[in-house]
């Protein structure tokens, strides 16, 4: 049987469409995905994100080190966070390479690190966390108690500010981007998934509707995991089990930037299969795709190459494909050769249409890229 977050009630309340998702009844959308997407562009959303995992790492002793034992566990180098409730995005993966997850880590202390993972890696991503934890006497606690609300938009923090707590409202204001704050029983992060500038905000569940009405009442209005799937996709962002697995290396899944390869010393997992990739010449990479004829792109669609006579000398696939409701117009990610030109056909229906391959990021606070 599928969970429910503390705000289903909410959801069927405001009219949601319910379809399970990751093993979680989640509201697809509220009526009009298109309305909802123009929603957050233009002014603020929210989504009911509390599916997502809350987990918190602190030292068991005084010799425990988490900043050591993430150092280990992520492809990413803790070691850049200095201050309090900044954040960092990483990859955590297995011995070859591959992607088990990508997540957010905010560093609070030396003491106390908080990470959010995907919900349906949930299992795998614990077990493996607390597997390496063991040799760190590193504490791995589940924040189940906790929601999650994502309020995103260009006006998400100014309405945000008119109906959090006061003592939240002054530890998020002077939040810069991928910043977090402890207020308590609250935490809020600006960070977010849809490319646009907001709050996300765990607070526990007792709390969660009340504020969900609140927010509502302030004109932020609910939108589904339909929305939010054509916003981070217009953002370029990646979907864990679309556009990377644990068949597939951040290498050729557009996420090279988050590898710290310096110090060269730090061993992390899979650095050493990285580093054979690398050095055997990475032969595929993610790009963007936009549509130039009639129809829609969507995954494991096939990506054609061809020469100027016209003749097949690659293919590659689409790992996540949308309408684009910010540009009118079909997009996709795609994994492809690494020799790829400006264009090339995507095969659908057994039609092969023309599309232009342009940068993986196609809409960012609101402006088409």
Known sequence: MSNKTILFDKHVEYKGKIVDFAGWQMPVNYGSQMDEHHQVRKDAGMFDVS?????????????????????????????????????????MLNENGGVIDDLIVYYLSDDWYRIVINAGTREKDLAWINKQAAAFKVSVKEC??????????????????EVLPLDVV????????????????????????????????????????????????????????GARDTLRLEAGMNLYGSDMTEQTSPLISGLSWTIAWQPQGRDFIGRS?????????????????????????RGHQKVILENAEGERVGEGEITSGSFSP??????????V?????????????????????????????????
């Open 51 to 91: 599916h997502m995992v809350i987990v918190d790492l602190r030292a068991e002793n005084e010799s425990a080190t988490i900043k050591g034992f993430l150092q280990y566990l992520l492809a990413n180098d803790v070691a850049k966070l200095k201050d309090s409730g900044k954040a960092l995005y990483s990859c």
């Open 273 to 297: 299969a990285l580093e054979s990739e690398k050095a055997e010449g990475v032969q595929q990479k993610l790009v963007g795709l936009v549509l130039e004829d009639r129809g829609v792109l």
């Open 144 to 161: 189940d108690d906790l929601a999650m609300i994502a309020v995103q938009g260009p006006n998400a923090r100014a309405k945000a500010f």
């Open 326 to 335: 910010s540009l009118q117009k079909s997009i996709a990610l795609a994994r």
């Open 170 to 225: 002054e530890a998020a204001s002077p939040l810069k981007r991928f910043f977090g704050a402890d207020c308590g029983d609250w935490f809020v992060g600006r960070t977010g998934y849809t490319g646009e500038d907001g709050f996300e905000i765990m607070l526990p569940e007792s709390e969660a509707v009340a504020l969900w009405d609140k927010l509502a009442g302030a004109g932020i209005k609910p939108c589904g995991l």
């Open 337 to 369: 050769p690494i020799d790829i030109g400006k264009t090339c056909k995507v095969e659908i229906r057994g039609k092969l249409l023309n599309a232009a391959v342009v940068k993986p990021v196609f809409v960012r606070d609101g402006q088409a890229l």
